[in-house]
């Protein structure tokens, strides 16, 4: 029985070939799409699932508020918490952990170095994540040397197959001069991929043993602790913060939350140290995309065949009349949906194999968990398609099979089947429209905002601007950048300790603000040496700028160390330049008198610039200048073209200088635009969807086009034969979807409107939407259907009528 | 006795009035009789044969088909007895165009759950006896009108019923193809097979061993 339903169902699928294929190609991309993005979606959900003891461990967050308000949520704790939190039985164990890169020449080739994610940790780590130690005893530390242990992955890619714990591998250090060398004391079982504690070596160092400061101040330090499998994390939190609360002296002191290991990964916004980190939003977002475009490729299917009902309603009547019952009937319409389902799931198995390694290189980082690695995920897959065909087929089955057999035989069924399925029909496309339509006007409206965010006058040239990482100078920074100076390419240079997209400064203070009492307003400060300024090509309102002619205009760096009273009031003295919006806010008109709300001396005023990014506003600045600063990144400004013969010379000089060290070269308006990488995959993945939905609405426009011209040939001849010309019957059809459409617009446009308003206010400087957006996406979608229904519709117009109603 | 029917009405409304499809029909059918049911269109011999053949629904009357109360059963069990007992012809044979002359003859049986061996078996015995052997896997728009409707009376007869109900089944058909398909009710009838047939034509008609006359949905004189 079951066999024949598939035959049928396959002889159907050939006959019909167009309907099939426009049902295939639907589904296909669908399927793929959804299983493309389920895929990232499983993945980022999938994080750090795997551990041991994920239900014990937590991260330990620092939250300060001010009268009941957030100030400040930070993932890390002061030095000295580990010391505090032994005390507590309800502590297993603690351990710091930081993450970096590392370049290890594990060949111990000079200059050879290769990107290693490193944690850098203590040996209690080990056992609290119960890390798999292949070989070695790494939990005793060796004393006079620096311990890694390194993964089994690493063993084979560069020891062939020796055993290399022992062994002694330098880096090549990007921010000291001399390379330092480690002892490899073991090999671990490489970690999943699916972690944010993503390491290839594992950097093991003694626990701080400093006490926790009474007065809230001291060094920060990310704390991960497990507590003991009968521990509850709200009471340990409540009696932890109880006890600190009584221990320090200060007047607000911090309070501490414990964050589970699995939701670090995607709820970690606030963390600044956290290196891999997704976003729960983002999830969202993407797997109700993937539903949408889901959901849309299963209306196509509903849609089209229902619209083909008509021509099933012979047939059934058969049937019945044969001895088939309804059972029999919808077994074998649900036996042809799954058909259907089976053809492009298969093939969207295949798309979705192929576009993995797009996938991987769009989302940035491995994939842990796919369809094509885990037999769950895959059987899970299978099982999810079937049942969506069974929920897709059982409309279409249950009206088909539903039919009075004598009404069908004598094709009486349009009068009285149609009137229900055309509205839910005629229902499903506007859900369809609707749903392009807000895509569309999302991918519109982050389009705008990210040409907003890349073109914006940011206060300075961000071209011809190259940067040197930040690193330390050793003594020769002033000599390194002097020798750079006479290239003739190079205009300006400077030693910063910050560079544009490096944060918004070195350092920020929140004062009172003086037209509003009550309220505060961040301040920050970069230092640099006196050049900074110009490298950046600010221009001078007021004043000048900060030069070494000028005895006092520049600092030791270590003028900020051990800061006594007469320091302090030194400080006030210091020359220094401030921006136009920070002498507006805080009304300085005269130069060269110490200002007490800034603690700094203003010489110059320079013109406004963004300091950190478009997210934010730009922010008040001063810029003040350490001599010889040992410390910081580099920044030239260069002649236009000139890229390549500078790049050459800072090679050239650096061998000199810096013989062991990593450079690291940048361009800074490829720092700047790197920040606003979120926006532009954004915007990608909504140009891609949107291309998606639209090309899927157009196809299920096009099937029923089809669909209601064949049912009505007949009219369409005998409206010719009245005197109907090939416009007005184009006319006729195209209205029905016109109406669609526009109920279409009256759905998506609100809701287009509220989720970009919602999304643009995470953005200081934001577009505006305007109507002309929706008028385009409206025009788009209007344009396409049209397109679709005028040419369809078209054809059978133009056929004689003699001919059509001959056929009929 | 086969079936009878008592008195049965059948009526649309037609703007606040009743029109009658059937009106007061009483009929008795043996088995193994050939019945031929006359009448200009719209006299209601189609609508006859659908209520005969439990296909439609009549508002007055009393219908015993072999002992059973057809106007109590549910329709389940309905469909249950005529699955078993009656098998169809169409003026329009009715053939599913998607199966092949084999599997339309054979789909009966599928809804039967009969045996797959078993399935075979009939339907070979079925393509022998009616000379189509040749033309099992051919669709059928590829075979004549005639052809088609010999296709369809085998697939009517395989369930092996009691009682056969043709509608016009000559109709689409030329008068030496006709001639052919009414020779063949005329054999089966002599093996014992009932058979009630619609038909316009006197000669067809003649085929039959009683007739029966209708006008407007009410039995006539002849």
């Not at chain 1, 492009?344 to 390694?357: D, E, K, M, R, T």
């Not at chain 1, 000599?479 to 560079?499: D, G, M, R």
């Not at chain 1, 040992?630 to 260069?638: A, C, H």
Request: glycine share 6%.
């Amino acid at each position: 029985m079951f066999r024949n339903y598939i035959k049928i169902a396959w002889r159907n699928l050939l006959k019909n070939s167009t309907y099939s294929l426009i049902n295939i190609i639907g589904l296909t991309i669908g399927l793929a799409a959804c299983l493309a993005v389920t895929t990232v979606v499983i993945d980022e959900s999938s994080y750090d699932s795997f551990w041991t003891k994920k239900d014990q461990i937590f991260r330990l967050n620092t939250i300060t508020t001010r009268d009941g308000e957030l100030l400040e949520k930070g993932d890390y704790a002061l030095s000295g918490t580990n010391i505090a939190l032994k005390d507590f039985p309800d502590v297993e164990a603690i351990t710091t952990i930081e993450q970096f890169d590392t370049n290890f020449s594990f060949r111990n080739i000079r200059g050879e170095g290769t990107k290693t994610k490193v944690i850098y940790t203590n040996p209690s780590f080990l056992e609290m994540f119960d890390i798999e130690i292949t070989s070695g005893n790494p939990e005793n530390l060796v004393e006079g040397t620096l311990n890694i242990i390194i993964s089994e992955s690493l063993v084979k890619r560069f020891f062939n197959g020796r055993n290399p714990v022992g062994e002694t591998i330098k880096d090549l250090p990007s921010y000291s001069n001399e390379p330092n060398e480690y002892l490899i004391t073991g090999i671990f079982k490489d970690i999943p991929e699916n972690t944010h504690l993503r390491g290839q070596v594992i950097y093991l160092h003694k626990p701080r043993t400093e006490v926790l400061n009474k007065k809230q101040f001291g060094f920060f330090q990310t704390y991960y602790v497990s507590l003991k499998n009968d521990v509850d994390k709200t009471t340990f939190e409540a009696k932890y913060n109880n006890w600190y609360s009584n221990y320090t002296e200060v007047e607000h002191p911090d309070k501490f939350e414990l964050q589970p290991l699995q939701d670090i990964y995607l709820r970690s916004d606030f963390a600044g140290n956290q290196i891999y980190k997704g976003s729960a939003q983002k999830l969202y977002i993407l797997g109700a995309i993937a539903i949408l475009l889901l959901v849309i490729a299963c209306i196509n299917y509903v849609n089209l065949t229902t619209a083909r009902a008509s021509h099933k309603m012979q047939e059934t009547g058969v049937r019945k009349v044969l001895g088939a019952d309804r059972f029999q009937l919808i077994s074998q319409y649900l036996a042809e949906s799954g058909l259907f389902f089976l053809i492009s799931g298969i093939l969207a198995f295949a798309i979705y194999q192929l576009s993995l390694p797009g996938i991987v290189s769009y989302i940035d980082h491995p994939l842990a968990l796919t369809f094509s690695n885990s037999a769950l995920l895959f059987l899970g897959a299978i099982a999810s398609i079937f049942a969506l065909s069974v929920l897709t087929g059982l409309y279409p089955a249950l009206l088909i099979s539903r039919i009075n057999p004598l009404a069908s035989l004598r094709k009486k069924f349009r009068s009285n089947a149609t009137g229900q399925t055309q509205f839910v029909r005629k229902g499903l496309v506007v859900f369809q429209f609707s749903i392009s339509l807000v895509v569309l006007i999302a991918m519109i409206v982050v389009n705008q905002q990210v040409t907003l965010l890349k073109s914006k006058d940011i206060g300075f040239d961000a071209s011809n601007l190259l940067s040197i990482k930040y690193s330390t100078w050793q003594n020769k920074g002033e000599s390194f950048k002097n020798e750079l100076l006479k290239s003739p390419f190079v205009e300006n240079a400077s030693i910063s300790s910050w560079i544009p997209s490096g944060g918004g400064g070195s350092m920020n203070r929140r004062i009172e603000n003086p037209d509003k009492t009550g309220d505060e307003v961040e301040i920050w400060y970069m230092f640099a040496d006196t050049d900074l300024a110009e490298t950046l090509g600010l221009e001078i309102e007021k004043g000048r700028f900060l030069s070494n002619d000028f005895g006092g205009d520049a600092l030791p760096q270590s003028f900020y160390i051990e800061m006594d009273s007469v320091k302090k009031a030194e400080l006030e003295k210091r020359p220094s330049l401030i921006t136009a919006q920070a002498a507006r806010l805080l009304k300085v008109d005269q130069l060269n008198v110490a200002n007490k709300d800034l603690e700094v001396t203003p010489v110059g005023i320079v013109s406004n610039f963004n300091n950190e990014n478009l997210r934010t506003s730009a922010k008040p600045v001063v810029i003040q200048a350490d001599k010889n600063p040992d410390r910081g990144s580099l920044l030239m400004r260069i002649k236009p073209g000139s890229e390549e013969k500078v790049i050459a010379k800072i090679n050239e000089l650096w061998q000199e200088f810096y013989p062991y060290k990593l450079l690291e070269i940048n361009n800074v308006s490829d720092l700047l635009q790197k920040q606003y990488e979120a926006e532009t995959k954004l915007l990608q993945f909504f140009s891609f969807f949107s291309a998606l939905s639209l090309f899927l609405a157009a196809l299920g426009v096009f099937g029923l086009i089809v669909q209601v011209t064949e049912q009505r040939v007949k009219e369409i001849g005998i409206r010719k034969v009245l005197g109907a010309s090939v416009q007005s019957i184009v006319l006729l059809f195209s209205k029905d979807f016109l109406k669609t459409i526009a109920v279409a617009l009256f759905i998506a446009i609100p809701i287009g409107w509220y989720a970009m308003h919602e999304w643009l206010q995470d953005y200081a400087h934001r577009i505006e939407i305007k109507w002309w957006v929706f008028g385009l996406a409206a025009s788009v979608v209007t344009g396409v259907a049209m397109l679709t229904v005028g040419i369809q519709s078209a054809k059978k117009a133009i056929i004689n009528p003699a001919k059509s109603l001959k056929t009929e | 006795m086969l079936l009878q029917l008592n008195h049965i009405y059948k009526w649309v409304k037609q703007g606040g009035k009743r029109v009658f499809l059937l009106n007061d029909i009483s009929l008795q059918v043996e088995e193994g009789e050939f019945i031929s049911i006359m009448g200009p269109s719209g006299s209601g011999k189609s609508t006859l044969l659908n209520v005969i053949g439990m296909l439609d629904e009549f508002q007055e009357g009393e219908y015993n088909f072999l002992d059973e109360s057809v106007h109590t059963l549910k329709e389940k069990h309905r469909s249950k007895l005529y699955k078993e007992y009656i098998g169809f012809v169409f003026q329009a044979y009715h053939l599913i165009d998607e199966l092949t002359v084999y599997e339309n003859i054979e789909t009966p049986l599928l809804y039967k759950n009969v045996k797959s061996s078993e399935r075979k078996a009939l339907v070979a015995d079925m393509l022998d006896r009616f000379n189509i052997v040749g033309k099992k896997d051919l669709f059928p728009s590829q075979l004549s009108g005639g052809q088609q409707q010999l296709v369809g009376i085998a697939r009517a007869l395989i369930a092996k019923p009691k009682l056969i109900l043709a509608d016009e089944p000559t109709g689409n058909l030329n008068s030496k193809q006709g001639e052919e398909i009414m020779q063949l009710f005329k054999e089966l009838n002599q093996e014992g097979v009932t058979i009630i047939q619609a038909t316009h034509s006197e000669a067809n008609a003649e085929y039959g061993n009683r007739i029966i006359h209708l006008l407007d949905g009410s039995k006539t004189k002849a």
